[in-house]
């Protein structure tokens, strides 16, 4: 059945986080929003997808959704920065990989095993930030790239856009330049749209500006409709800070006054900041003329924690979102009841973040009363709310007449910490504590509870006496080949990346970023190194 556009109810963002500090940095990572402008990481903010292939790393994915509906296509850069040793070394347009890495899915939960496929000319030393589109014509995919030609070890040109047709993301035709600008004005990071409103094709690209074309035919003849940095938003919108274009369709209940909107989203990679918001009810309108275009301000938009580069953008249905959430983002509940007793209804539920659970009842045998459950509550019927972790809830049951017995629960910490938490619980026999976290003073490092319990955090669960558990703590120890380096920030910003780094001596540390909050700017570091 197709889809309609009032089918669709939600977005699924797909980017790499692009600091290339680890390995993990260049791979696949989703986050989701029912607006469009604000998102929540998935999958506890770890890579749904890693690319064991080709470089071992990917970047730019781009997520299509098959003409027949029936089957999803993500294309993504075959490239590690991280493991060719950073941008200086990377050589990544003169050595880097003709492949596209390509996953299919029918779900966006079960993907299949990614594939390498050579998409760039014979003489390429890239093939970056792939999209793809299709052709109603001729009932075939057209895909786009960034590449560059290599002659005796060197780019002989600057990078252009080359495109290459496919049927099914296995057979591509031979690949043919597509955008090319000028002689030392390379173009990057094309990203293609059909508005139907006024029947044009619009593609953006990074050429220095951040370009806007307009043509009838993907193959036709395109016209310069506008750059962002001409429409007058403010700040410097030229490819000098912004790369990484993204063109997408809101979905119709999020349109601005109910005239269809189009997002054109950029990744500040200049600043390190992720991606900035631009929105529009009128691709065509080049001047902002008539106030069309708008750049989002901080407070209105959120795209969580994770740093996001050059990503996409899926609709999607309620069905397709309720199914990636449950799997990325949900919590198990667990239900059992101790002895003297059942539980009534769903006993095992997941539960989608933020989410409430379906409503159980704790149900005492012939002869019993219930008396609570562990975590406190009293009433036998319980509904858990914004739900935000896994969880397991043991009903208490008793005979009845039986009186309650109490014991006590005392954590201690030894030299070198701190107990959070309550320290001293007086608890119902049976019952669980509240959670402790053993935290170590500054120096310091959590080595284990006197039980033998190797976790900061413990919930002690149906207990049946008291004790007192000590939380041991140790002096961390720097090895003598080894430095520890600290990165602070003063007013007016934060830290990107890990602040406290332990390095062996004459190595080279993780990358951190100096990020200015609103209304400040980066000035340098106390060393004097200008570069954020």
């Known amino acids: 059945e197709e889809l309609k556009e009032d089918d669709f109810t939600a977005y699924l963002f797909g980017s790499f986080t692009g600091t290339e500090g680890s390995r993990t940095d260049e791979q696949i990572y989703f986050a989701t929003s029912k607006d469009g402008y604000y998102y929540t990481d998935l999958n506890d903010k770890k890579p749904v997808l890693e690319s064991p292939i080709g470089e071992n790393g990917v970047r730019d994915p781009y997520i299509l959704r098959s003409a027949e509906g029936d089957k999803f296509f993500m294309i993504a850069t075959d490239l590690s920065i991280y493991y060719r040793g950073g941008w200086g070394n990377a050589s990544a347009t003169t050595t880097g990989s003709r492949d596209l890495i390509v996953w299919e899915s029918t779900d966006l939960v079960n993907w299949s095993e990614p594939r390498a496929v050579a998409v760039g000319p014979l003489d390429a030393g890239c093939a970056w930030a792939p999209e793809a589109i299709y052709n109603e014509k001729t009932g075939e995919y057209v895909v786009y790239y960034a590449t560059a030609h290599v002659i005796d070890g060197k780019t002989d040109q600057d990078l252009r856009i080359f495109s290459t047709t496919t049927r099914d993301f296995v057979s591509f035709t031979e ?13 990057i990071d094309t990203t293609m749209i059909w508005n139907a409103e006024d029947g044009y094709y619009y593609r953006a690209s990074a050429d220095g500006q951040i370009t806007l074309e307009r043509s009838k035919d993907i ?28 063109l997408f369709k809101f979905n119709k209940k999020d349109w601005v006054d109910g005239k269809p909107t189009y997002g054109l989203y950029t990744d500040q990679y200049a600043e390190g900041r992720g991606y900035l918001p631009v929105i529009t009810t009128d691709l065509s309108d080049a001047t902002n003329a008539n106030k069309s275009w708008k750049k989002l301000s901080s407070n ?41 007793g059942t539980i009534q209804g769903e006993t095992s ?6 989410g409430d ?6 149900v005492p045998n012939e002869g019993y009363e219930f008396v609570k459950w562990d975590d406190g509550l009293t009433t036998a019927a319980r509904t858990d709310k914004n ?64 039980d033998g319990l190797t976790t900061a955090s413990r919930t002690d669960k149906n207990v049946t006496e008291s004790k007192t558990y000590t939380a041991i703590f140790q002096k961390k120890e720097v090895p ?14 934060t830290i990107q990346g890990e602040t406290s780094q ?22 340098k570091w106390n060393d004097g190194l200008t570069t954020a």
């Open 175 to 187: 690949p043919q330049e597509y955008i090319w600008r000028a002689k030392n004005r390379s173009i």
């Open 219 to 246: 193959f036709g003849e395109w016209e310069k409709a506008t750059t962002l940095n001409d429409l007058g938003l403010g700040g410097d919108m030229t490819g000098g800070k912004l790369e990484g274009p993204e």
């Open 300 to 340: 209105e938009y959120s795209f969580d924690t994770l740093k996001k580069r050059h990503g996409t953008i899926l609709n999607l249905t309620q069905e397709e979102y309720d199914r990636v959430m449950k799997a990325y983002h949900s919590a198990d509940l667990t239900y059992e009841a101790g002895e003297g």
């Open 349 to 354: 539920q997941n539960v989608i973040i933020g």
């Open 357 to 362: 659970a379906k409503t159980v009842t704790a």
């Open 387 to 450: 739900v935000k972790a896994d969880k397991t809830y043991t009903a208490i049951f008793q005979k009845k007449g039986t009186p309650v017995e109490k014991v006590t629960i005392t954590y201690k910490a030894a030299e070198g910490g701190k107990i959070e938490g309550k320290a001293s619980q007086p608890i119902d026999k049976g019952s669980s504590t509240e959670t402790v976290t053993a935290v170590p003073d500054e120096g310091y490092e959590f080595v284990k509870w006197d």
């Open 480 to 493: 003598v080949d080894k430095v520890t380096l600290t990165y602070e920030a003063g007013e007016g910003g």
């Open 502 to 523: 332990i390095v062996t001596i004459g190595g080279d540390a993780k990358t951190v970023t100096a990020v200015p909050n609103e209304d400040y700017e980066f000035v």
